[in-house]
């Protein structure tokens, strides 16, 4: 199993992922956990923007599109290269 760290990355279909954090987090149980604030850009309008997962899976199945262009159900089609700068990750720091 691969731990999820800062500034891994990650791709799915062509987009790509990065792990700009993790933060604790306590689950319904009362017991502590750890989970990756993954960041991408959204194919839609180009705009980045993050979720979380665990630490111990990784992105299993991540989201596509920011907050304003969820499509729940709906497949990306094909990544905007135009959107917002020169593809999904332009902005994505090293």
Same mark, same amino acid.
């Given at each position: 199993?691969?731990?999820?760290?800062? +500034?891994?990355?990650?791709? &799915?279909?062509?987009?790509?992922? @990065?792990? #700009?954090?993790?933060?604790?987090?306590?689950? %319904?149980?009362?017991?502590?956990?750890?989970?990756?604030?993954?960041?991408?850009?959204?194919?839609?309008? +180009?705009?980045?923007?993050? &979720?979380?997962?665990?630490?111990? @899976?990784? #992105?299993?199945?991540?989201?596509?599109?920011? %907050?304003?262009?969820?499509?729940?159900?709906?497949?990306?089609?094909?990544?905007?290269?135009?959107?917002? +700068?020169?593809?999904?990750?332009?902005?994505?720091?090293?």
């Amino acid at each position: 199993m691969v731990r999820v760290t800062v +500034g891994m990355r990650s791709s &799915f279909n062509e987009q790509e992922y @990065r792990c #700009i954090g993790v933060t604790a987090h306590e689950r %319904a149980n009362g017991r502590m956990t750890e989970l990756a604030i993954w960041e991408s850009r959204c194919p839609e309008c +180009g705009d980045p923007f993050t &979720f979380q997962t665990s630490v111990t @899976r990784g #992105i299993v199945s991540p989201n596509r599109r920011c %907050a304003r262009h969820r499509k729940p159900g709906i497949k990306v089609k094909s990544l905007n290269a135009n959107a917002g +700068g020169d593809g999904p990750a332009s902005s994505m720091e090293e």
